[in-house]
């Protein structure tokens, strides 16, 4: 099962409806911006990597629709595309991270004519793809000490397979864990209102073999009080220059319990969602999303009064005191995250909105 793929020849974004899961496996062939636009929008594909890697190819081919030979026409409705895909999530810096790298291809290459420019666009698409696996990989790799074999570990929301090109963020450990024999005990989240815990993490770690437990989210501090947990891995959408996380709703609550029951709570982040053009947590935008999803979405019928009031925000924010480590493809970094962040981020250019 692959998450994300590019068909060229069809010319299509090839992904996997994550709103049908777990109940049906249906790929679709998106050829259209405003399909890819919707595809991020209604969660059809998402995880902070997934969305880069689906923006990269999107862009690739929004060039390809664009009929011009003259390159600054091309240019600006090439950046037109960009910004249009960019304004269908706003808290993921993934999006616009892989955006502006397309972006950049085309800035850096300025004697290439349109078709050169389309080869090159189709080339970083699919570097941003292959790193967002190695990054997993990596992150797995240094992750995996922190842990022993019987572990019990919970996670929160989805950072897996289906949030990435392969093996997920917080996954990754539990993926190449599994691979050595370590038998870990997972426990995932139930993730309300979107169910992706229970969804699509005991989806997908229990279709690889793994030992998984479901569990509703106003149930992890009775869990973690049971001493059944012995690390808490969680992915994340944005980290600001301070350490401050923001991750799926709920993940805040969980590092809270985690401090209080003195459990180390991780937070696997590729370094593409490190933010140091974000002071704090506080200058974080929160996406807030239709109150449906809270009344009806999940329901044979609607479960709320009509006409209450629902407060529906996609992601909270994560203090940066609450965080044990972060867990990135160059190490594990550790407080002061001021400082450990920008030793990781030197080398990558600073995400710009």
């Given at each position: 099962?692959?998450?994300?793929?590019?068909?060229?020849?069809?010319?299509?974004?090839?992904?996997?409806?994550?709103?049908?899961?777990?109940?049906?496996?249906?790929?679709?062939?998106?050829?259209?911006?405003?399909?890819?636009?919707?595809?991020?929008?209604?969660?059809?594909?998402?995880?902070?990597?997934a969305?880069?890697?689906?923006?990269?190819?999107?862009?690739?081919?929004a060039?390809?629709?664009i009929?011009t030979?003259?390159?600054?026409?091309?240019?600006?409705?090439?950046?037109?595309?960009?910004?249009?895909?960019?304004?269908?999530?706003?808290?993921?810096?993934?999006?616009?991270?892989?955006?502006a790298?397309?972006?950049?291809?085309?800035?850096?290459?300025g004697?290439?004519s349109?078709?050169?420019l389309?080869?090159?666009?189709?080339?970083?698409?699919?570097?941003?793809?292959?790193?967002?696996?190695?990054?997993?990989?990596?992150?797995?790799?240094?992750?995996?000490?922190?842990?022993?074999?019987?572990?019990?570990?919970?996670?929160?929301?989805?950072?897996?397979?289906?949030?990435?090109?392969k093996y997920?963020?917080?996954?990754?450990?539990?993926?190449?864990?599994?691979?050595?024999?370590?038998?870990?005990?997972?426990?995932?989240?139930?993730?309300?209102?979107?169910?992706?815990?229970?969804?699509?993490?005991?989806y997908?770690?229990?279709?690889?073999?793994?030992?998984?437990?479901?569990?509703?989210?106003?149930?992890?501090?009775?869990?973690?009080?049971?001493?059944?947990?012995?690390?808490?891995?969680?992915?994340?959408?944005r980290?600001?220059?301070?350490?401050?996380?923001?991750?799926?709703?709920?993940?805040?609550?969980?590092?809270?319990?985690?401090?209080?029951?003195?459990?180390?709570?991780?937070?696997?982040?590729?370094s593409?969602?490190?933010?140091?053009?974000?002071?704090?947590?506080?200058?974080?935008?929160?996406?807030?999303?239709?109150?449906?999803?809270?009344?009806?979405?999940?329901?044979?019928?609607?479960?709320?009064?009509?006409?209450?009031?629902?407060?529906?925000?996609?992601?909270?924010?994560?203090?940066?005191?609450?965080?044990?480590?972060?867990?990135?493809e160059?190490?594990?970094?550790r407080?002061p995250?001021?400082?450990?962040?920008?030793?990781?981020?030197?080398?990558?250019?600073?995400?710009r909105?």
């Amino acid at each position: 099962m692959e998450t994300i793929a590019l068909d060229d020849a069809a010319r299509a974004l090839v992904i996997i409806d994550q709103t049908k899961l777990p109940g049906r496996a249906e790929y679709l062939h998106l050829k259209t911006q405003r399909e890819i636009w919707d595809a991020i929008k209604e969660l059809k594909v998402r995880g902070a990597p997934a969305i880069g890697d689906a923006a990269a190819m999107g862009l690739y081919l929004a060039a390809c629709a664009i009929d011009t030979d003259d390159r600054a026409d091309f240019v600006r409705r090439l950046h037109d595309a960009a910004a249009y895909l960019n304004s269908s999530r706003p808290t993921a810096v993934n999006l616009s991270w892989a955006l502006a790298r397309m972006e950049r291809v085309v800035a850096e290459h300025g004697a290439a004519s349109v078709p050169e420019l389309r080869a090159l666009l189709r080339d970083e698409a699919h570097a941003i793809v292959e790193e967002d696996v190695n990054t997993c990989r990596r992150i797995g790799e240094h992750a995996l000490p922190l842990v022993r074999p019987g572990d019990g570990l919970l996670t929160h929301c989805n950072a897996g397979r289906l949030a990435t090109a392969k093996y997920g963020t917080a996954t990754a450990v539990m993926y190449l864990g599994h691979a050595k024999g370590y038998n870990f005990k997972i426990y995932t989240d139930e993730t309300r209102p979107l169910l992706q815990g229970a969804r699509l993490t005991a989806y997908e770690l229990s279709a690889a073999g793994m030992d998984v437990t479901l569990l509703c989210d106003n149930m992890a501090s009775a869990l973690m009080a049971s001493g059944k947990i012995q690390a808490v891995f969680v992915g994340c959408d944005r980290v600001a220059a301070n350490g401050d996380t923001a991750n799926k709703i709920g993940t805040s609550g969980v590092a809270i319990l985690a401090k209080h029951y003195n459990i180390p709570f991780y937070v696997c982040a590729p370094s593409s969602t490190i933010d140091l053009s974000t002071p704090t947590g506080a200058d974080i935008e929160i996406e807030q999303r239709p109150p449906e999803e809270v009344t009806e979405m999940w329901y044979s019928s609607r479960m709320a009064p009509k006409g209450i009031n629902v407060y529906n925000p996609a992601f909270d924010v994560t203090d940066h005191s609450l965080i044990t480590a972060f867990v990135t493809e160059h190490g594990v970094l550790r407080a002061p995250y001021a400082e450990s962040l920008r030793t990781v981020h030197r080398n990558i250019p600073i995400h710009r909105r």
